[in-house]
């Protein structure tokens, strides 16, 4: 990748831009032809990526919110967001980083499209955590609901979550979903996730599906002092 024409990275590049006219794998132009610009493509050329159908659902190649990822046994990555550079397209996973250091501390941090090799998905918490309670008193299931019906529970997010993408695939029209990803208002483990739909249709916008995956915390034993 050329450090001066950082564009020349940009997935884009696989089709022509229909506003200056760029052929596919060449760089955007402006001002009639005279400057090349060496920084981003124009906005319809990512829409016609987008179209042309180039854009692949994320859940194949990235991180997905939600879930944690080791890299090794050198790092774990816990992402709570992933969105898109709302100039350049590429994919940016937003979330918690730690080394594999014993009691290492976890920090902020990110990962880009093109640095998702290597990671592996990792339950919850990741090995560090196990041992610690041989026998825990809570356990955490995560419930697939769509407008308040519960569809499942499931031992993982990925389960639930993987329930709600068949159903809205088999909803949608075939063709009209660009990509799908994972929102919540708040982060953390206890965060509840809605699916969102980003058409193929560069003109509509990101939106709600209605379904949810909540983590529910249940008891694994009964409580007489906590019995109210
Ligand atoms: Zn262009």
Do not use: N
């Not at 200056?20 to 760089?27: D, I, K, Q, R, V």
């Not at 560090?128 to 997010?157: F, N, W």
């Not at 599906?209 to 909540?214: A, D, I, L, S």
């Amino acid at each position: 990748m050329s450090t001066r024409e950082p564009a020349r990275s940009l997935p884009q590049l696989a089709v022509a831009c229909p506003t200056c006219g760029s052929p596919a794998g060449e760089l955007c132009t402006s001002h009639g032809g005279t400057r090349t610009r060496r920084i981003d493509t124009h906005q319809a050329r990512l829409a016609a990526w987008g179209e042309a159908g180039k854009i692949r659902p994320i859940e194949d190649e990235f991180f997905q919110p939600g879930r944690t990822y080791a890299h090794g046994q050198t790092s774990q990555f816990r992402v709570e967001h992933v969105t898109r550079h709302p100039d350049h397209g590429h994919l940016r996973a937003i979330g918690w980083m730690k080394t594999g250091e014993p009691g290492a501390k976890w920090h902020g941090g990110f990962r880009d499209e093109g640095e998702f090799k290597g990671w592996i998905e990792i339950a919850d918490g990741g090995d560090a955590v196990q041992g610690e309670a041989a026998q825990p008193a809570e356990v955490t299931i995560y419930r697939a609901s769509h407008d308040s019906i519960v569809m499942g529970l499931y031992t993982t997010r990925d389960a639930a979550q993987t329930h709600c993408e068949a159903k809205v695939r088999q909803e949608e029209p075939e063709g009209s979903i660009q990509h799908l990803s994972w929102w919540a208002d708040d982060t953390g483990d206890q965060a509840e996730y809605e699916l969102h739909i980003t058409p193929a249709d560069p003109g509509a916008l990101i939106h709600g599906t209605g379904y949810v995956v909540k983590p529910l915390t249940v008891a694994a034993a009964y409580d007489p002092d906590g019995d109210e």
